[in-house]
């Protein structure tokens, strides 16, 4: 089993980035937050490997991170969250990385609002995600120090209510949270919406 690579960055996209190892190329899918910290092609890299086979054997994939924190976090989700995959957990993820000290904390806190607000998941996954992590997500180490939305579950609860609204006006959620994302990022006073007023603004994008 490879813990990790340590080589040469030969290339890098978004998703993917290829180590030079002693001149053996390994392709490894990485997050997007991942490939923002990895230097420029050329240098030398360190990345923590996960290694996963298909569903159907043969094929063998790696999943590469920057930390073992990352790494540790995807692991809990591919293991311990119901039919969640490499790829779906990379996909999960993604969206964690903004914060890892936040999330621990949502889910150590049965945080809905905070997953779905912050880190964009719907309700429902947030609820799975909670009731997978809740009793597990405490072994993994992440630093404290890396808490960035300590207080803005309370400032998103108006985006969050809007897409309730949404919801109950017989809009799908994913609908409704593109439409909501769209209002508060392209209206720079949004911050001083209520929820109605997101409603109301939401609304010429559905």
């Known amino acids: 089993m490879i813990d990790f690579l340590r080589g040469t960055l030969a290339s890098k996209k978004q998703n993917f980035a290829v180590l030079d190892v002693s001149g053996v190329g390994y392709g490894v899918s990485i997050t997007v937050d991942t490939y923002n910290k990895l230097p420029k092609e050329g240098n030398e890299i360190k990345l923590y490997i996960v290694e996963s086979a298909s569903m159907y054997g043969g094929t063998v994939s790696h999943y590469g991170f920057i930390s073992r924190e990352e790494r540790d976090m995807f692991m809990l989700l591919k293991d311990e969250v119901?039919?969640?995959g490499a790829k779906k957990a990379m996909d999960y993820l993604e969206k964690i990385s903004k914060s890892f000290a936040d999330f621990k904390t949502a889910?150590?806190?049965r945080d809905t609002a905070m997953i779905s607000g912050i880190f964009?998941?719907?309700k429902k996954t947030a609820?799975?995600?909670i009731a997978?992590?809740?009793d597990k997500i405490t072994e993994v180490n992440v630093s404290a120090g890396q808490k960035r939305f300590e207080n803005a579950a309370s400032s998103n609860?108006?985006?969050?209510e809007a897409v309730e609204g949404l919801v109950a006006l017989g809009y799908k959620e994913i609908q409704a949270r593109t439409a909501v994302d769209k209002v508060v990022g392209e209206n720079s006073s949004a911050g001083n919406f209520s929820s109605a007023?997101?409603?109301k603004e939401a609304l010429k994008y559905l």
């Open 82 to 84: 119901p039919s969640t």
């Open 120 to 122: 964009g998941f719907t």
């Open 107 to 109: 889910v150590i806190r």
């Open 197 to 199: 007023d997101i409603i």
């Open 127 to 129: 609820e799975k995600l």
């Open 157 to 160: 609860m108006n985006e969050i």
């Open 132 to 134: 997978a992590l809740k």
